[in-house]
């Protein structure tokens, strides 16, 4: 019987690796968890709850809320907020960042920004959606905490991960010294270690992209998908192309399999959709931990200046050949 390795086993063990945390990083991983699991069981049976559909209401991102998001946003703010050790959320469905009553936080060193529900258009077509989140430490304990401490580079990332609600459930994150994987045991409740130190396979052969929006993107981009999808055995193409709508998930594919994961920018949106603070640093953190590559089609994600809270960016991201050779075509077409 192989051992099993749960979530918790695993940060203990792995503890000495992080240099200043005292089990405060380790309480915090494991209140995402606690969240992730009961986000789960309602995703889970969301057929069978009042909990499919639109809440009627519009986030700050200008979407229609569905009630998943508001259901995920609640526990997954209530989680961290009870658990006291950080001392703001920051959620892509809020407009504001939740400052932590210092009365119901402990050292509170951390500030946690969240997607709570990645990819909800797919909830009610039982398409798998997701939650991600990056942690960063308070910068300076002098003065309260407040937005300073949430629009940090993504270099200043102590952890990062996602959680995929699919056909198993998956918790995958890094603290900056690889990529580790947990599947969720319902018969247990716990995420065990299944797939330690992840790798990006270097090359691939499937592109990931909106092609509905092909009259908007870029030059490069399109210049890009016709490479994709010309005949050559060579260079094992025409390629696959995958599109789920969920970040995780089309993400997570790629990190298994190899690929690329394209959202652009095009002249409507000059800075993409998809959020810098929510979705793009944690998922370049984990797959540059894992030896990816994710660039806005030219710089770092991670290295971008982060002014806003709902700031957005243009994303490339996935198999590092691939990324490279996909702006060469951004650079080529300027
Ligand atoms: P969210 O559900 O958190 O708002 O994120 C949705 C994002 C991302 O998950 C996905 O890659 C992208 O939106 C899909 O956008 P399009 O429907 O424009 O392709
Ligand atoms: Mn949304
Ligand atoms: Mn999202
Ligand atoms: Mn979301």
């Given at each position: 019987?192989?051992?099993?390795t749960?979530?918790?086993?695993?940060?203990?063990e792995?503890?000495?690796?992080?240099?200043?945390?005292?089990?405060e990083?380790?309480?915090?991983?494991?209140?995402?968890?606690?969240?992730?699991?009961i986000?789960?069981?309602?995703?889970?049976?969301?057929?069978?709850?009042?909990?499919?559909?639109?809440a009627?209401?519009?986030?700050?991102?200008?979407?229609?809320q569905?009630?998943?998001?508001?259901?995920a946003?609640?526990?997954?703010?209530?989680?961290?907020?009870?658990?006291?050790?950080c001392?703001?959320?920051?959620?892509?469905?809020?407009?504001?960042?939740i400052?932590?009553d210092?009365?119901?936080?402990k050292?509170?060193?951390?500030?946690?920004?969240i997607?709570?529900?990645?990819?909800?258009s797919?909830?009610?077509v039982?398409v798998p959606?997701?939650?991600?989140?990056s942690?960063y430490r308070r910068k300076?304990?002098?003065?309260p905490?407040?937005?300073?401490?949430?629009?940090?580079?993504?270099?200043?990332?102590?952890?990062?991960?996602y959680?995929?609600?699919?056909?198993?459930?998956?918790l995958?994150?890094?603290?900056g010294?690889g990529?580790?994987?947990?599947?969720?045991?319902?018969?247990?409740g716990?995420f065990?270690?299944?797939?330690p130190?992840?790798?990006?396979?270097?090359?691939?052969?499937?592109?990931?992209?909106?092609?509905g929006?092909y009259?908007?993107?870029p030059?490069g981009?399109?210049?890009y998908?016709?490479y994709?999808?010309?005949?050559?055995?060579?260079?094992k193409?025409?390629y696959t192309?995958?599109?789920?709508?969920s970040?995780v998930a089309?993400?997570?594919?790629?990190?298994?399999?190899?690929?690329?994961?394209?959202?652009p920018?095009?002249?409507?949106?000059?800075?993409?959709?998809l959020?810098?603070v929510?979705?793009?640093?944690?998922?370049?953190f984990?797959i540059?931990?894992?030896g990816?590559?994710?660039?806005?089609?030219?710089?770092?994600?991670l290295?971008?200046?982060v002014?806003?809270?709902?700031q957005?960016t243009?994303?490339?991201?996935g198999s590092?050949?691939?990324?490279?050779h996909?702006?060469?075509?951004m650079?080529?077409?300027?």
């Amino acid at each position: 019987m192989p051992k099993v390795t749960t979530l918790g086993q695993f940060i203990i063990e792995k503890q000495a690796d992080f240099p200043y945390a005292k089990g405060e990083l380790s309480r915090l991983l494991r209140d995402i968890a606690i969240a992730a699991k009961i986000v789960n069981r309602e995703v889970n049976k969301a057929g069978l709850m009042d909990i499919l559909g639109q809440a009627g209401s519009t986030n700050i991102q200008g979407e229609s809320q569905q009630k998943l998001d508001i259901f995920a946003n609640e526990q997954f703010i209530s989680a961290l907020t009870s658990g006291g050790e950080c001392c703001i959320v920051a959620s892509e469905e809020n407009e504001d960042i939740i400052i932590i009553d210092p009365k119901d936080r402990k050292a509170g060193k951390y500030v946690v920004a969240i997607d709570p529900l990645d990819g909800s258009s797919n909830i009610d077509v039982n398409v798998p959606v997701g939650t991600i989140f990056s942690i960063y430490r308070r910068k300076d304990f002098d003065t309260p905490p407040g937005l300073c401490d949430v629009l940090q580079k993504g270099t200043e990332q102590v952890a990062a991960g996602y959680i995929i609600y699919g056909s198993s459930t998956m918790l995958v994150y890094t603290t900056g010294r690889g990529v580790n994987g947990f599947t969720l045991d319902p018969s247990i409740g716990e995420f065990c270690l299944s797939h330690p130190g992840m790798r990006v396979p270097e090359d691939g052969t499937i592109y990931s992209i909106n092609e509905g929006y092909y009259m908007h993107f870029p030059k490069g981009v399109k210049q890009y998908i016709k490479y994709c999808q010309e005949e050559d055995r060579a260079t094992k193409r025409p390629y696959t192309s995958r599109y789920i709508g969920s970040m995780v998930a089309d993400i997570h594919r790629n990190l298994i399999k190899g690929g690329i994961f394209i959202y652009p920018y095009t002249a409507a949106t000059p800075s993409g959709k998809l959020r810098l603070v929510y979705e793009c640093n944690p998922m370049a953190f984990i797959i540059e931990q894992a030896g990816g590559r994710a660039t806005n089609g030219d710089k770092r994600i991670l290295t971008i200046e982060v002014e806003e809270l709902h700031q957005r960016t243009p994303v490339f991201i996935g198999s590092k050949n691939m990324v490279i050779h996909a702006e060469e075509f951004m650079k080529e077409a300027i």
